[in-house]
């Protein structure tokens, strides 16, 4: 059978119980889309960005790839921040990573793992730069722990460097990029006090003027 039955099972199931708390939920979701909250997470499975916060869909919008990285020529993530900046003028950005990341951990390796090795080279990037923190590490979880925190703390940077971001601030729009990390093992969140609100923040030779 080429239809997922049971999917559209559960789908139908899950409408009914909604409309039965909130008979007027689909409509009002359907009328509007004002969230103030851009989620940039990972794509693993375990990581869904509204159950991790417990807000309902429409409060915030969300970008996942392998790893929660950002890159300059990606287009496909520039595009749902530029529609999120400057569209749904959402007030937070937040860069979410987690502990165990497949992506992160896989970077770590010596392995060809195909054309994701292209990708994974971006977190390589950040092992490189925190080469001797994340070489004194006592094993490997720690390192893998930790890396995962460093990307995160890359990925807010390299958003704050952009065109969209910076053209914010120019403009007076009040704007904060986060960074947090989520652990699977317990479902917290954790904040790396990681938190850009203005271009005097983030180095001078990334500022634009």
Request: charged residues 25%; aromatic residues 8%.
């Amino acid at each position: 059978m080429r239809v997922l039955k049971k999917l559209f099972d559960n789908n139908r199931s899950w409408a009914e119980k909604i409309k039965e708390s909130d008979p007027d939920f689909f409509s009002k979701l359907s009328r509007q889309q004002a969230p103030q909250y851009l989620w940039i997470g990972c794509s693993d499975s375990r990581v869904p960005a509204n159950q991790i916060i417990d807000v309902l869909p429409g409060e915030i919008f969300v970008h996942r790839n392998i790893a929660n990285v950002v890159v300059h020529t990606d287009l496909n993530c520039l595009s749902v921040v530029q529609y999120a900046v400057e569209l749904l003028e959402i007030r937070h950005i937040i860069v979410c990573g987690h502990y165990g990341c497949g992506g992160v951990k896989a970077a770590l390796e010596h392995t060809d793992h195909g054309l994701i090795d292209n990708w994974l080279r971006h977190i390589k990037d950040v092992y490189r730069f925190h080469q001797d923190k994340l070489d004194a590490c006592a094993d490997d979880k720690e390192r893998l722990d930790l890396l995962c925190e460093l990307n995160v703390i890359e990925q807010v940077a390299n958003l704050c460097h952009t065109t969209i971001v910076q053209n914010a601030w120019k403009a007076g729009r009040q704007l904060s990029v986060h960074g947090w990390i989520y652990s699977i093992d317990n479902g917290i969140l954790k904040d790396l006090d990681v938190c850009v609100t203005g271009p005097e923040q983030i180095t001078a030779i990334h500022r634009l003027r």
